[in-house]
């Protein structure tokens, strides 16, 4: 195990902002994950686990403890249970599974990170989220120093929410598994990708794969390397989940339709890109070397030569005049390492 020092983080986040790690390990196994916790613990130093960087925002003073990157790589499919490793790439996986014909996850095309991070959000989008598919999580329990495989309901599952993250240092996910369908059909839940599909009846799973990817490219929400919007964390604020009086209120202070959709338990989920836009935050807004992303409201990014301090000033100012047009206060996606 090679630790190393003042690694710096940024060229590791999608922001590419934030300071470096005092200490940095590349784990590609499970083994080094186990060493490098009980090296850190016995420095008296705090360790972070690090997956692709697509969901983070790092200090402009970086962390001053120990960073394990989960670099483990392996993808094993049997049937329809697909296992793979906390270091392997989202969608590579997804490939695959599109590929070898498995339903469930073609709606989560484009999205970039690495397995271990899907459940610790609950990775979603269009229609589908981790959470419909995951049958098993292998996690190291940090408090014991041993293995444990979680159930889904021990994963305690919410909207971009899980036990993982509400107890973050915790658990380390080290490999997932997933129950799929073979030969199934794809999922065309989302009204955006469904209308897409108008007039198609049974689009296959690779159509839809692609089409997902063209309406994430459309927003930003795929790293490329020509897109003026590429330096984001994806959403930067979840979408509020209200009580329908709050839903109302938004309603009758507005002049333009809202977009909202009621959820299982009663409240209503809006959409925080509109309620930014509505609250006069435009798309493309840009304060220095930060801005809203030209293709979605909901995209912070970074310009290139900023900082985290930036950044989130400009957070909380368009989190300011949404409370203040509307009331509500929108809460921030992507982890903090502060
Ligand atoms: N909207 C605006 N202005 C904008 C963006 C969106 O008015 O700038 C409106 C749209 O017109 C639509 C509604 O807001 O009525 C929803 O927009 P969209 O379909 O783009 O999805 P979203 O709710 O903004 C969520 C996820 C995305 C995911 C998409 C598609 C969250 C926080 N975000 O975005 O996930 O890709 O749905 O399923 O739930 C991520 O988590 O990083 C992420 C990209």
Redesign the pocket.
């Given at each position: 195990m090679r630790i190393q020092e003042h690694v710096p983080l940024a060229p590791r986040t999608s922001l590419e902002l934030g300071g470096p790690a005092r200490f940095f390990v590349e784990a590609t196994d499970d083994t080094m994950v186990a060493e490098a916790l009980a090296w850190a613990a016995r420095r008296g130093v705090p360790a972070r686990v690090l997956g692709g960087g697509s969901n983070l925002v790092v200090a402009d003073a970086g962390f001053d403890g120990l960073v394990i990157e989960m670099a483990q790589r392996d993808l094993q499919i049997d049937g329809n249970r697909v296992r793979a490793a906390a270091g392997e790439p989202w969608d590579v996986l997804v490939a695959r599974c599109v590929d070898a014909g498995l339903a469930g996850l073609e709606c989560l095309s484009g999205i970039p990170g690495r397995v271990g991070a899907t459940p610790i959000q609950n990775v979603?989008?269009?229609g589908q989220e981790v959470a419909e598919t995951i049958r098993a999580v292998r996690a190291l329990d940090r408090a014991t120093g041993h293995e444990q495989l979680l159930t889904p309901a021990q994963c305690a599952f919410g909207y971009?929410d899980s036990m993982f993250k509400r107890d973050p240092d915790r658990f380390v996910v080290l490999e997932v598994t997933f129950e799929l369908v073979a030969g199934g059909a794809p999922a065309l839940r989302?009204a955006?990708l469904a209308r897409a599909f108008e007039g198609d009846a049974s689009p296959s799973l690779s159509e839809v794969r692609e089409k997902v990817i063209a309406l994430?490219r459309t927003?930003s929400?795929v790293i490329d390397a020509s897109d003026p919007n590429r330096r984001s964390a994806?959403?930067f604020?979840?979408?509020p989940i209200v009580a329908p009086e709050v839903a109302d209120a938004v309603v009758a202070a507005s002049e333009a339709p809202v977009?909202r959709w009621p959820t299982e338990d009663g409240r209503v989920k809006l959409?925080?890109?509109?309620l930014i836009?509505q609250a006069g935050m435009s798309?493309g807004t840009r304060r220095g070397a930060v801005g809203i992303s030209s293709a979605?409201?909901?995209g912070l990014v970074h310009h290139g030569g900023g900082t985290t301090a930036q950044l989130l000033a400009l957070a909380d100012e368009v989190r300011d005049a949404v409370r203040a047009r509307f009331g509500v206060t929108l809460e921030r996606?992507p982890v903090l390492w502060a």
């Open positions: 979603g989008a269009y971009r989302y955006e994430r927003k929400m994806g959403s604020f979840t979408n977009p959409a925080a890109g509109w836009e798309k979605h409201a909901l996606e």
